[in-house]
C-alpha cells in the first residue's frame, strides 16, 4: 500500500516539527512513498525544518504565487500520485496507529475515505484539551465501541454537515481518486469559511465513509479560534456562508434521494428531550452562541421550570436553517 501525506502550510515552522515527527512515529511509516509540504508564503524557515527529518521522504515546495488557503488545499492534493492520499495540517499531529487504522478500514471495498476523531490542545504536552464531542451525540447507538471502526453513507454524511463540520481534515486518509474527484466537486468551489465542510459530502457519493471514535489526531486550538469566527466584522457574511452551503447540502441530497430536512425531523422526534436539549447546547457551544439575532439569551434562575422555558426557547430558534420549520411540524 501506498500513501502521500500532504501538509498544507503557512508560516508554521515553530511547530512544524512536531508535526513531522509524529509521521515518522507512523506503525505504517513503511507505507509513505512521499510527504509533500506546500509552503504558502515567503516564509523560508520551514525549509531548514523539513531538513532536520532526512530520514523522511519529504518534498519541500514554496509557492512561488502565493495561493488562497482553500486553492493551497486543493492544490497540494492534486500533488498525490499513490493510492492513497492523508491530509496533515503544519501544526497538528497524529498518534502512532492513525495511518494504521486508516488502512485497515480502506481495505473495505465499500469504504473511499477514512477519518479518525480527535481533540483539541493548546500544545504538544496536552494543555487546555477538549474532546471533539459532537459526532458522538448524533451518532448514538451506531458507536458500539470506542476500538470499532463505523461507516457511513451519503445520507448520513450530508444531513450531519448540513448543521456543522463533522470530521477535520488532518484525519482524513482516503483512496486518491475519489478525493481528487471531491476536491474537484467540493473543496475547489467553496469558500474560506466552508471550505473542509463542503468537501465531505462529495467523498460520501462516492463511497462510504469510515470514521474511527478513537482519539488518533490533535488538532492545536489557537487564542480566539473558535470566537472570531462571530465577534468580528465579517460575523454576518460568515452566517450568511454558512447558510448558503446549508441550502447547497439541501439541493445535492435532494438530487441524490436523500430528505435532510426530514432526516433532522426524525432525529429530534427519537430523541428524548434531555438527549435533544444536549445536542441543541453542543451546537450552540460549537458555532453559534454569540450570534444575537439568532439566538435568544436569558438569564436563567435555579427554578427548574424558568431553565426548562429557556432551554425550550433555544431549541426553538436554533438555527435559521431549517429547525425552527422542524420544531414547529
Same mark, same amino acid.
Given at each position: 500500500?501506498?500513501?502521500?501525506?500532504?501538509?498544507?502550510?503557512?508560516?508554521?515552522?515553530?511547530?512544524?516539527?512536531?508535526?513531522?515527527?509524529?509521521?515518522?512515529?507512523?506503525?505504517?511509516?513503511?507505507?509513505?512513498?512521499?510527504?509533500?509540504?506546500?509552503?504558502?508564503?515567503?516564509?523560508?524557515?520551514?525549509?531548514?525544518?523539513?531538513?532536520?527529518?532526512?530520514?523522511?521522504?519529504?518534498?519541500?515546495?514554496?509557492?512561488?504565487?502565493?495561493?488562497?488557503?482553500?486553492?493551497?488545499?486543493?492544490?497540494?492534493?492534486? &500533488?498525490?500520485?499513490?493510492?492513497?492520499?492523508?491530509?496533515?495540517?503544519?501544526?497538528?499531529?497524529?498518534?502512532?496507529?492513525?495511518?494504521?487504522?486508516?488502512?485497515?478500514?480502506?481495505?473495505?471495498?465499500?469504504?473511499?475515505?477514512?477519518?479518525?476523531?480527535?481533540?483539541?490542545?493548546?500544545?504538544?504536552?496536552?494543555?487546555?484539551?477538549?474532546?471533539?464531542?459532537?459526532?458522538?451525540?448524533?451518532?448514538?447507538?451506531?458507536?458500539?465501541?470506542?476500538? &470499532?471502526?463505523?461507516?457511513?453513507?451519503?445520507?448520513?454524511?450530508?444531513?450531519?454537515?448540513?448543521?456543522?463540520?463533522?470530521?477535520?481534515?488532518?484525519?482524513?486518509?482516503?483512496?486518491?481518486?475519489?478525493?481528487?474527484?471531491?476536491?474537484?466537486?467540493?473543496?475547489?468551489?467553496?469558500?474560506?469559511?466552508?471550505?473542509?465542510?463542503?468537501?465531505?459530502?462529495?467523498?460520501?457519493?462516492?463511497?462510504?465513509?469510515?470514521?474511527?471514535? &478513537?482519539?488518533?489526531?490533535?488538532?492545536?486550538?489557537?487564542?480566539? &479560534?473558535?470566537?472570531?469566527?462571530?465577534?468580528?466584522?465579517?460575523?454576518?457574511?460568515?452566517?450568511?456562508?454558512?447558510?448558503?452551503?446549508?441550502?447547497?447540502?439541501?439541493?445535492?441530497?435532494?438530487?441524490?434521494?436523500?430528505?435532510?430536512?426530514?432526516?433532522?425531523?426524525?432525529?429530534?422526534?427519537?430523541?428524548?428531550?434531555?438527549?435533544?436539549?444536549?445536542?441543541?447546547?453542543?451546537?450552540?457551544?460549537?458555532? *453559534?452562541?454569540?450570534?444575537?439575532?439568532?439566538?435568544?439569551?436569558?438569564?436563567?434562575?435555579?427554578?427548574?421550570?424558568?431553565?426548562?422555558?429557556?432551554?425550550?426557547?433555544?431549541?426553538?430558534?436554533?438555527?435559521?436553517? *431549517?429547525?425552527?420549520?422542524?420544531?414547529?411540524?
Amino acid at each position: 500500500m501506498s500513501i502521500t501525506v500532504v501538509i498544507p502550510s503557512y508560516k508554521h515552522a515553530d511547530v512544524l516539527a512536531n508535526t513531522l515527527n509524529s509521521i515518522s512515529r507512523q506503525t505504517a511509516l513503511s507505507a509513505i512513498d512521499k510527504i509533500i509540504i506546500s509552503e504558502n508564503s515567503d516564509d523560508v524557515s520551514a525549509k531548514a525544518v523539513c531538513d532536520l527529518f532526512n530520514d523522511l521522504p519529504i518534498e519541500y515546495i514554496q509557492n512561488t504565487t502565493i495561493k488562497g488557503m482553500v486553492a493551497n488545499w486543493a492544490w497540494v492534493i492534486d &500533488q498525490s500520485k499513490s493510492l492513497y492520499t492523508a491530509m496533515l495540517h503544519d501544526d497538528d499531529w497524529w498518534y502512532p496507529t492513525h495511518l494504521e487504522n486508516a488502512l485497515k478500514a480502506l481495505e473495505n471495498p465499500a469504504v473511499g475515505s477514512y477519518f479518525s476523531n480527535f481533540i483539541f490542545s493548546k500544545d504538544e504536552k496536552l494543555n487546555q484539551t477538549r474532546f471533539h464531542f459532537l459526532l458522538m451525540n448524533f451518532l448514538g447507538d451506531k458507536i458500539k465501541s470506542p476500538l &470499532q471502526t463505523i461507516e457511513l453513507n451519503f445520507e448520513e454524511v450530508a444531513t450531519l454537515s448540513y448543521l456543522y463540520t463533522p470530521f477535520h481534515m488532518s484525519c482524513l486518509v482516503a483512496k486518491t481518486s475519489i478525493l481528487q474527484n471531491a476536491n474537484d466537486e467540493g473543496l475547489r468551489k467553496s469558500d474560506g469559511w466552508n471550505a473542509d465542510r463542503s468537501l465531505y459530502p462529495h467523498l460520501a457519493l462516492k463511497d462510504n465513509i469510515a470514521f474511527s471514535p &478513537q482519539f488518533l489526531c490533535a488538532v492545536r486550538s489557537h487564542t480566539n &479560534q473558535y470566537s472570531y469566527r462571530l465577534a468580528t466584522e465579517n460575523q454576518q457574511r460568515n452566517f450568511d456562508l454558512f447558510q448558503s452551503m446549508s441550502e447547497y447540502f439541501i439541493e445535492l441530497a435532494s438530487t441524490n434521494g436523500v430528505d435532510i430536512l426530514s432526516n433532522w425531523k426524525r432525529i429530534k422526534d427519537r430523541s428524548t428531550f434531555e438527549e435533544w436539549t444536549v445536542i441543541v447546547n453542543t451546537y450552540n457551544a460549537h458555532f *453559534g452562541k454569540l450570534h444575537n439575532s439568532l439566538f435568544q439569551h436569558k438569564k436563567v434562575s435555579s427554578n427548574t421550570k424558568s431553565v426548562i422555558s429557556v432551554a425550550k426557547q433555544a431549541i426553538k430558534t436554533l438555527t435559521p436553517y *431549517g429547525l425552527v420549520k422542524l420544531r414547529n411540524k
